[in-house]
Every structure is written in structure tokens, then in C-alpha cells.
């Protein structure tokens, strides 16, 4: 099946820990983003790529870290730096100026 | 940064009524968006809308890109209950630009 896929579905991690967020897609798309969704709001972009070896910080990428050392993946490491790392992260991927199609999403939590 | 403001945050009625929301833009976008997402799932795509003036339907769900490219709107016809979620809308402002910039979102609640 084509799509994209985030893992795991739930994370829980220790104060002062990395940890990093994989997502997969197969939809040979050249854009992937990372976006973060805290309860009852919007979504807020903290980083995305528009192609390989290639990415840009959004509104709030602090804390975070990414690589695209392929097409197919875009992780997110969400670093000890991350002050309130508790929330629901998006992942999507995008062909060249058309829809954007997200994963299931991950949701950390900073035990 | 391009801001996205849509309305209302928050809607609640009765199954079988008609819903209508929209967003705005301070800047003009080239691409609208409507997703819906599932509590705890990952938004899904409704509807796309790639030309001003476009109105676009799927099932009961009618969206339109507004002339001035600033702003559209999604109608929502005989609601039922499985309607319920968060909309968002999205933009893009086009070129060479990949960013997309989402709303807040719509929360709709429909009471059977």
C-alpha cells in the first residue's frame, strides 16, 4: 500500500532524553514536514523539506532537530532542549504543489 | 508570516442541519486545503481546490477558493453524526515556496 507512516503511535520519554520520531512514505513525494498539535489547537509547523539533503525550520522549530537523508524519511528528534515536548506530532509528505497527505501521528509523552 | 484565520472555532448542531465555516489570509494563497481529523488520527484530505473561483464538491462537502485568493470556505449539507471533528483549512502561497500554513481549526459537535 502507498502512503506514509509514522512509529510508533505512542512514545514516552524521560526528562532530558532525545528521542526521534520516524516517518516513512512511499509515495515518492519531494516535500515532508513535521507538524505539532497540543490539545484543542492548531497545527504548528516546526520544520519541512522540500527535497533531499535539504530542509527549512518553520514557526517553531526550536529544540528539534530533523534529517532527509533520503527521500523516503524524515525524522525528528525531538532534543533535551525541547522545553514542553509533551504533544502530537504530524508528519506529511507532498508532491510539487499538490495535496498533502498525513501519517497517523505519534504522541509523546514526557514522563 | 502569513497568517490564516478561520472561523468559527467552534460549532455545535443539529444532525441533519447544514454547516458552513471558512479561513482568511492576510496574503494570497495559490492552493486551499480542507482536511478533517479524527480525535487522536492524522488529518485526512477532503477537498482541494487549486484555481480562484473553484468550487469543488465531494458528497455533501462543497468547498470554494475565494476571487480575491485570500480566502475560502467549506459547506457541509445534512450533517450526521460521523461529521463530528476538527476542520482545518490550509495554504499555500505557491512558487517555489512548499510551506503550508494551517488554521486553528473548526471543532464541529452534531447531536443526533
Known amino acids: 500500500d502507498g502512503g506514509i507512516t509514522q512509529s510508533p503511535k505512542y512514545l514516552f520519554r524521560k526528562e532530558g532524553q532525545n528521542v526521534t520520531l520516524s516517518c516513512e512514505q512511499n509515495?515518492?513525494?519531494?516535500?515532508m514536514y513535521w507538524y505539532r498539535q497540543d490539545p484543542g489547537q492548531g497545527l504548528r509547523l516546526i520544520y519541512y523539506s522540500q527535497i533531499v539533503n535539504d530542509f527549512q525550520k518553520g514557526d517553531i522549530a526550536e529544540g528539534y532537530s530533523v534529517s532527509r537523508e533520503k527521500k523516503e524519511s524524515f525524522p525528528l528528534t525531538v532534543t533535551s532542549a525541547q522545553k514542553n515536548p509533551t504533544a502530537f506530532y504530524l508528519c506529511?509528505?507532498?508532491?510539487?504543489?499538490?495535496?498533502?497527505?498525513f501519517g497517523q501521528g505519534t504522541r509523546l509523552t514526557v514522563v | 508570516g502569513q497568517q490564516l484565520n478561520q472561523s468559527p472555532q467552534s460549532m455545535f448542531i443539529q444532525e441533519g442541519e447544514d454547516v458552513s465555516m471558512n479561513c482568511t489570509s492576510s496574503s494570497i494563497f495559490n492552493t486551499w486545503l480542507w482536511y478533517k481529523q479524527d480525535p487522536g488520527e492524522g488529518p485526512v484530505l477532503l477537498i482541494a481546490l487549486y484555481k480562484a473561483g473553484e468550487l469543488t464538491s465531494n458528497g455533501r462537502l462543497t468547498a470554494q477558493f475565494g476571487i480575491t485568493r485570500k480566502d475560502s470556505f467549506l459547506n457541509i449539507s445534512a450533517s450526521i453524526p460521523s461529521d463530528v471533528g476538527i476542520y482545518f483549512c490550509a495554504g499555500q502561497s505557491g512558487g517555489s515556496n512548499y510551506k503550508l500554513t494551517f488554521g486553528k481549526g473548526t471543532l464541529l459537535t452534531v447531536n443526533p
Open positions: 506529511a509528505s507532498r508532491a510539487t504543489g499538490d495535496k498533502a497527505f
Open positions: 509515495l515518492n513525494h519531494d516535500a
